[in-house]
């Protein structure tokens, strides 16, 4: 595609992009025709290691997806993008040789993608982490499994959940700690019991941070966009103000207006966060 002219660009601004794609957005033949025109070797060749079709196909939409966003944001046509990862393995935007076509506005984007769906955050001059989880995995005893990495005060609210209710419970806080840990770049080299999230009903009420971090540096969105799928924002607080979510579906060719969402705020940084 011919690289996205001033008035095409979509401006982060304030805001935090979210961007939801599942895998049949695009067409078998589509994703791999935009593998041959977008994707890096590096990719291609991650992509050409899948053993299952399935598991290559939702590489190549992902990845296809990240490429179009960032071309949006950026003005940088899909294929011209260039990535560094860090050394756990967190992907960066490289600036392009010549500078980037527009004002830089510093993004950082983070990229989630489970069992045909995909999801991509981007934000700007600050950090975000996104992740996206199925409750209709059908792996229970992982779901058990899981919770036993959380905290102890996690672990306690969760036991007094109805057993109807455990399950989201579980993946709620796991999508919550996965798209924190992402923000941060490290993954799961981070404890999960080593921060803590208390939820309240279908509400955030209060995020213990790990011993290196502020917990009024960050604010978390939490939404259910489609059905059976549970999505995670993290993203760092810079000033006074509080972004605003945006929120899109589909293969972006378009990109059509997005759904505007509040950022909630949680109760416990109140005040700092409209100081
Ligand atoms: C990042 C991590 C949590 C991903 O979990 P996941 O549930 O399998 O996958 P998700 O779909 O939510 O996210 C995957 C995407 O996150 C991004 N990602 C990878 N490492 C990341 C990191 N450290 N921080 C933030 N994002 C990361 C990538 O874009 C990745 O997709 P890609 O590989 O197709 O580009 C996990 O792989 C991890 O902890 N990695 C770090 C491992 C590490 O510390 N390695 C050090 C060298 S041994």
Redesign the pocket.
């Known amino acids: 595609m011919a690289p996205t002219t001033a008035a095409e660009r979509l401006i982060v601004g304030d805001s935090v992009q979210l961007w939801l794609c599942r895998n049949e957005d695009l067409s078998e033949a589509e994703a791999v025709d935009l593998e041959r025109r977008w994707l890096d070797e590096r990719e291609r060749a991650?992509a050409r290691r899948f053993v299952f079709d399935h598991d290559r196909g939702q590489?190549l939409v992902?990845?296809a997806l990240?490429r179009r966003v960032l071309a949006l944001h950026t003005g940088v046509a899909e294929n011209q993008l260039g990535f560094w990862?860090?050394?756990?393995?967190?992907?960066f935007l490289e600036p392009p040789v010549g500078g980037w076509p527009f004002e830089d506005e510093g993004i950082d984007f983070?990229?989630?993608?489970?069992r045909g769906v995909n999801v991509i955050g981007v934000t700007s001059h600050r950090r975000v982490?996104?992740?996206?989880?199925r409750l209709d995995r059908e792996d229970v005893m992982t779901i058990d499994a899981v919770s036993e990495a959380f905290s102890p005060e996690e672990q306690q609210w969760l036991a007094g959940l109805p057993e109807g209710a455990r399950r989201r419970g579980v993946l709620r806080l796991w999508t919550l700690k996965?798209a924190y840990?992402?923000?941060?770049?490290?993954?799961?080299?981070l404890p999960f019991d080593s921060f803590a999230f208390a939820l309240d009903g279908e509400r955030l009420r209060s995020f213990r941070p790990p011993r290196d971090d502020l917990g009024g540096r960050w604010q978390f969105v939490e939404l259910e966009p489609m059905a059976s799928t549970l999505l995670a924002a993290a993203v760092e607080v810079v000033g006074p103000d509080i972004p605003e979510v945006h929120l899109r579906t589909g293969f972006p060719w378009t990109p059509q207006p997005p759904l505007v969402l509040d950022m909630p705020v949680r109760a416990d940084v109140e005040q700092y966060s409209r100081r």
């Open positions: 991650t590489y992902a990845h990240v990862r860090s050394h756990r393995g967190r992907p983070n990229l989630s993608h489970t982490g996104v992740d996206v989880e996965e840990a992402k923000a941060r770049g490290l993954g799961l080299a």
